[in-house]
């Protein structure tokens, strides 16, 4: 039962939802849209609460047992400071809530994205050596979307930039259009498994 | 310098300093921008999800049908405790399937049909060899070759799956650099605003 009801569902939801999508029936479209995006949003607007309710919960018995203590308690600051100030001044352009955003968060988020460039670069040049003929490729194709994305490109041969966009326009997204069939085949046979529930991963490992 | 422009200045050197190595200065940094980022997404969604979709035109205006992805949201709660935690598997049951039912023939229509026509064009064009078209045909049928694992890749089908690893690396060399440069890219941004708004080095 503890399974069953769960898979019920799904399979009840998956079909409504399949069936809808083939009609153009206006109570057909509005039981479509009214699933995928009302209920979705709903249901993983608590779903987010839920996972911030999970991270305070892990963080407060971290700073009980003394693990990391300041820097649990900053994590912890930062998620209830946003709500406190969202909830006095709100979230209008201006307010604290949005001074936040823009001089802390923001500015840490591209900080944080930008330190990958350096990691990525020492990793390929560890990594790039052109062992083989595959390995060659990959380095050429690297070098030559480097060299056309940079000003240097340009003084080299004129061309470069036509030639990097033809490569990216037509051998790599040959190979990108197979990768996308590929997913797409996959997912619709996971589909297909979660409806008919042979797929029952989903559920978790308990009884 | 306004107060605003000095804090950012501050955290982003912070996070800088993981460069050097992992530090408590960087550790600091990064527990803030966790509990920041979490706390912004958490009013975010509150006031975009729960109070314009579901609280305001439940209690306000009525919309009793409402009650059924409350109760289905609410059921999440559940986890929180291990002996509740199996109610939340109908809401994520109500996410699977549905996402499951929309999934069959998006997928089909989007992921591969639309793929297959794409890849399907006129190979020859006023009496010449379009050399792009034919590029792509054999990228894409090479690539599916190698992707095909239920027969031994020996003979030509093994050269040909050999050809889709070559379109595959390109494919991974370009994706590659476009990520390279796009980090570069902000990477720039940052010292550009290090150097002129926050340091006033260069203007």
Redesign the interface.
């Known amino acids: 039962m503890?399974?069953r009801?769960?898979?019920l569902?799904?399979?009840?939801?998956?079909?409504?939802?399949?069936l809808c999508?083939?009609s153009s029936h206006p109570i057909a479209r509005k039981i479509y849209l009214t699933?995928?995006l009302?209920?979705?949003?709903?249901?993983?607007?608590?779903?987010?609460?839920?996972g911030?309710?999970?991270?305070v919960?892990v963080n407060l018995r971290a700073v009980e047992r003394g693990e990391?203590r300041?820097?649990?308690i900053?994590?912890?600051?930062?998620?209830?400071?946003?709500?406190i100030l969202?909830l006095i001044w709100g979230?209008r352009g201006g307010s604290p809530?949005m001074?936040?955003?823009?001089?802390?968060?923001?500015?840490?988020?591209?900080?944080?994205?930008?330190?990958?460039?350096?990691f990525?670069?020492s990793a390929?040049y560890r990594g790039f050596r052109a062992r083989s003929?595959?390995?060659a490729?990959?380095?050429?194709?690297?070098?030559?979307?480097?060299i056309s994305?940079?000003s240097i490109g340009d003084l080299i041969w004129d061309r470069i930039p036509e030639a990097?966009e033809?490569?990216?326009?037509?051998?790599?997204?040959?190979?990108?259009?197979?990768?996308?069939?590929?997913?797409?085949?996959g997912?619709?046979t996971?589909?297909?498994r979660?409806?008919v529930g042979i797929e029952r991963t989903?559920?978790?490992g308990?009884k | 310098m306004d107060v605003g422009t000095l804090v950012a200045g501050l955290l982003t050197l912070a996070i800088l300093t993981f460069l050097y190595r992992d530090n408590p200065i960087y550790k600091m940094a990064e527990s803030l921008l966790i509990g920041v980022a979490i706390g912004y997404v958490l009013v975010v969604t509150w006031t975009n999800s729960l109070m314009a979709l579901l609280f305001t035109p439940l209690f306000s205006r009525g919309e009793l049908w409402l009650i059924v992805p409350f109760a289905l949201g609410f059921l999440m709660f559940g986890r929180l405790h291990r002996r509740t935690a199996i109610l939340s598997r109908i809401p994520i049951g109500v996410l699977i399937g549905s996402g499951a039912g929309v999934a069959i023939p998006a997928m089909l229509e989007a992921r591969t049909l639309r793929q297959l026509s794409a890849t399907v064009g006129p190979v020859f064009a006023d009496g010449t060899v379009d050399i792009s078209m034919v590029v792509v045909l054999l990228g894409v049928l090479s690539t599916l070759i190698y992707f095909y694992f239920s027969r031994e890749q020996v003979g030509w089908w093994g050269r040909t799956a050999r050809l889709g690893t070559w379109f595959l690396m390109i494919f991974f060399g370009t994706t590659f650099g476009y990520t390279v440069m796009s980090r570069m890219s902000t990477f720039i941004g940052r010292m550009e605003f290090l150097l002129s708004d926050f340091l006033r080095i260069i203007s």
Not at chain 1, 137 to 146: M, S
Not at chain 1, 166 to 185: F, H, K
């Open positions: 503890r399974r009801i769960p898979q569902v799904c399979g009840l939801f998956g079909l409504v939802t399949f999508y083939f699933v995928t009302d209920y979705w949003q709903i249901i993983f607007a608590f779903t987010l609460i839920v911030a309710l999970s991270f919960r990391d300041p820097y649990k900053v994590s912890l600051i930062g998620v209830v400071l946003m709500p969202a979230i809530f001074w936040v955003f823009e001089n802390i968060q923001v500015p840490m988020q591209a900080t944080v994205f930008s330190l990958l460039a350096f990525v670069a390929s003929l595959q390995a490729i990959l380095l050429g194709a690297a070098l030559l979307i480097l994305r940079s990097a033809w490569v990216r326009s037509n051998p790599a997204m040959s190979a990108r259009r197979a990768i996308l069939i590929g997913i797409g085949l997912s619709l996971t589909s297909v979660v409806l989903w559920l978790g308990e």
